[in-house]
């Protein structure tokens, strides 16, 4: 080998140790950056020369497979969330066993206050606690349901959110998708680029699952799980309206609530047809759509069973067939085709209630009585006390088609609250689980930083080599120089 071929090689050398040196330290500094693949230097022989290295370029190690399947689980991770969330709101609402305020204690208050004012019918303060307790019932239900009212508000402002999150991120990604192959094609370095569109689709698939397809010139395609075409070579535009608050008799087949669409085409967001399968925006549009309504039928039930035991015929001789009983749809007897959202209306009726202007002796005398009756007859509350404890049929029930006690329906309600609230629980934990491994195991075929410093050592070592080369050679010459 002669000296200027030496002297090539070293150079080469130093040129590649350089970059080398650029490319661990960038590791190094985007170990925790999202997105961040790491780069590798591929090095080749100088096949102009014949002698030295030649810097190729700047890979990305990225493995698809993988990140596919941390996506996965990240989209159902989403999903686990909103719907953990729904039910244990819910289940605050309705309450457990050992919450003083839940429906079945309310229950259980009034019920006991009835036992109480049936032992001594001629004590008004007890009366009105009857009065106070029922007022109490009522607007626990009230409560609840307005919380479940709530809960389909919410959701349907959080898909106008992720909708319009949804569009800007991939027309953020379109837009990369043009720049990536211009940049390319000049000699620049898209690695960046590349992370910034992995973290873009990392956000898509967060709402809305996504397939991703490799395209020439490092372009990509995204479909949906449902077979949506999200973004080929222009990004799709979803539009949805947000209604604002929405009242319980509000559906999307009725009309009164907005479906989504893409690219002016409806967009099925539910069944086996769905054309979005997990993701945020499914869990919030099952929420509204599904899971809340069942919610609030499952409230109104129980309203509707409160409501019908105080109109039992004969149970009051005192009222009319058409007049409300004890508890009132908004002041009026139940009807059957009333709209939905029967437990946000029910109230005591405002006869019997001392804080609204009625007098609670009516519930010892009977609500249509226009005379004081006998004040030591306690017939009446015994009935209204028996009427609560009657097993019987529950018109509509979501709980079974067995007798119930009205006591059974509340417990049947709390029981399921609970069970779906555990088991949503339990889900999120399982997909948080799996979503924490797969971003371990995807971590771990990422930027090794104890690796990327045993290679740092080697490239100083590779350096010091090459500078000594160069000064040897130096050396030389000085000496040929010199003769």
Partial sequence: MNLSTAFNNAVSGLA???????VVSDNIANALTPGYARRSLELTTNRISGTGVRTVGVVRNHDPVLTANRRATDSDLAYRTAVSKFFTNVEDFV??????????????????????????????ERLDQVARTGRD?????????EGVRHLRSEADRSIGRQVDSLNQTLKEIEKLNAKIPSIKHSGGDVGALLDQRQVLIDKVNAVVPVNVMARPNEQVSLYSDGGLILLEGSAAEFSFSKSGNIQAHMTLDNGLLSGLEMNGKPVRTSGDSAQIKGGALMAQFQIRDELAVEAQANLDSVARDLMERFETPGLDPTANPTDPGLFTDDGNRFDSTAPAGLASRIGLNKLVDPDNGGDSRLLRDGLGATVPGNSGDATQLQAFGAILSESRPVAGSPFGTGEMRAADLTEALMSKTGSDAHTASQSLTFANSAQQEMVRIETAQGVNTDQELQNLIKIEQAYAANARVISVVDELMQTLLRL
């Fill in 16 to 22: 590649a140790s350089s970059r080398g040196t650029s």
């Fill in 95 to 124: 309450g457990t066993a050992d919450d003083p305020r839940s429906l079945a204690n309310a229950l259980a208050e009034f019920d006991n206050s009835l036992i109480t004012a049936a032992s001594l019918p001629d004590s008004s």
């Fill in 137 to 145: 019932l009522a607007t626990s239900i009230n409560r609840a349901s």
